[in-house]
């Protein structure tokens, strides 16, 4: 397959001689949108970013701002890999909004300079300037106008980062999250740094992320950086309460332009990792035990689901316990000889998720296995109508090659039920 970029996104394309008669697949579709500023006096173009795969209407999204959006590579690459992590159920699916900057982007995105930053950098000294864009302007217009929830990520890079180290600073309520790859730490002669260090860490009002990451070969951020998080690290120590939740990444091999790759994959999988359920490491606890009790199964479902909540809570994001962790422990109870639980279990993932061609097909295994043939029917028809859809339309294809699958699976379990 060979690749190309068009105004509608990232494609892939039979490459020619190779058959297919020329149809394509948008990989990814950024969309772009006119935002009035008063701030600028301008009328800003900002790229529009929504996640697959989600119902429309269903999803409320956390809002991540992408400074640095004119540079495309990087872009194309956050965006390709935060897909990945959603697919994969690691962080929840996010909108994102890329901000190109307008005119100067050194101005734009640094603090006020000072002493060698001020000679290096004499343009410098816009960072509030693009903030109240962003904050009061940009989100705004965001929640007008896209189903968002309340939860806001900023990740940025370089003089993008030391951006986003600033905004957290300068509008502490407004980023949850906080993501700053290869900031310059040294500016202003580590006047920064030591402010910073010491208002992130004294801020004992907002429940707030940060995560930091530079290079080995990160020259001269190999230095101030490393230096900044251990700072803060021993500030955050000597707190006797801390509302901030800290890590620090250093990538040994890798220079200052390679760190967004790493680095965003890294700092999102923090951020959102009281999310992820550890379906595998909870199977395998129940498995190892000498009884399969099926309270002591349900006790596990509700712990589960209880440690969900409260961590998106905290983070301020959708709470809907995701399908597959839920499907996984109900066909453990049919396993287990409990097809009563796998039913009530795989019952409510349907409810949760009643356009998935998969939730539907797994009830009507458990019913099966109850002996309720008629509405076992009704639960794979279901799935295989909505399998069809998916197929008539969806160009993906690892979509399609699932909902075959499901298809598959629903009109096996038909014809065995009509054979009986």
């Known amino acids: 397959m060979a690749y190309l970029l068009t105004t509608r996104g990232l494609v892939a394309q039979s490459a020619p001689g190779g058959g297919g008669g020329g149809d394509s697949e948008v990989l990814l579709a950024v969309g772009h949108a006119r935002v009035p500023s008063k701030v600028f006096h301008a009328t800003r173009d900002i790229s529009v970013w929504l996640p697959d795969g989600a119902p429309a209407g269903a999803a409320r999204y956390p809002v991540l701002v992408f400074p640095d959006a004119e540079e495309k590579g990087e872009f194309r690459s956050a965006l390709a890999n935060i897909q990945f992590l959603i697919d994969r159920g690691l962080i929840p699916p996010l909108m994102v909004l890329g901000v190109p ?21 004499p343009d410098a000294g816009g960072a509030d300037q693009t903030i109240q864009f962003i904050v009061d302007e940009l989100l705004p217009w965001a929640d007008a106008h896209y189903p968002t929830a309340p939860t806001r990520i900023l990740a940025g890079h370089s003089f993008g980062a030391l951006f986003a180290l600033h905004a957290m600073i300068r509008r502490p309520a407004v980023f949850r999250v906080v993501i700053a790859m290869s900031p310059p730490m040294g500016w202003n002669d580590g006047a920064f740094n030591r402010e910073a260090a010491a208002s992130l860490a004294s801020d004992s009002t907002h429940t707030r992320t940060l995560f930091v990451a530079s290079g080995g070969l990160d020259i001269p951020i ?18 006797p309460t801390r509302r901030l939740t800290f890590e ?8 200052h332009d390679m760190t967004p790759l790493p680095g965003l994959v890294d700092g999102l999988r923090m951020a959102f990792a009281s999310l992820v359920v550890p379906i595998d490491s909870v199977l395998d606890q129940l498995s190892s035990r000498p009884s399969q009790d099926s309270a002591e199964i349900l006790a596990t479902v509700q712990g589960l689901e209880s440690r969900r909540a409260a961590a998106a809570s905290a983070l301020g994001v959708p709470a809907l316990f995701p399908e597959d962790p839920l ?3 109900g066909f453990y109870s049919l396993d287990a000889k409990h097809p009563g639980l796998a039913v009530a279990l795989l019952r409510e993932n349907r409810d949760r998720y009643p356009y998935s061609s998969n939730a539907h097909e797994s009830l009507g295994e458990a019913l099966i296995a109850m002996g309720d043939t008629l509405g076992a029917v009704d639960e794979f028809r279901a799935a295989i109508a909505i399998a069809n859809g998916e197929l008539r339309t969806t160009r993906s294809i690892i979509t399609r090659t699932r909902q075959r699958a499901i298809a598959a699976a629903a009109l096996a379990q038909l014809r065995a039920v009509h054979r009986t």
Do not use: C, I, K
């Not at 620090?248 to 220079?255: A, E, K, N, Q, S």
């Open 248 to 255: 620090f990444r250093l990538y040994p091999r890798d220079p």
């Open 327 to 329: 499907n996984q422990l």
């Open 222 to 239: 190999v230095q101030s950086t490393p230096a900044f998080a251990a700072r803060l690290t021993a500030l955050l120590d000597s707190m």
């Open 101 to 121: 900057y307008f005119s100067n982007r050194t101005h734009e995105l640094t603090p006020a300079a000072t002493g060698s930053s001020l000679q290096a950098w």
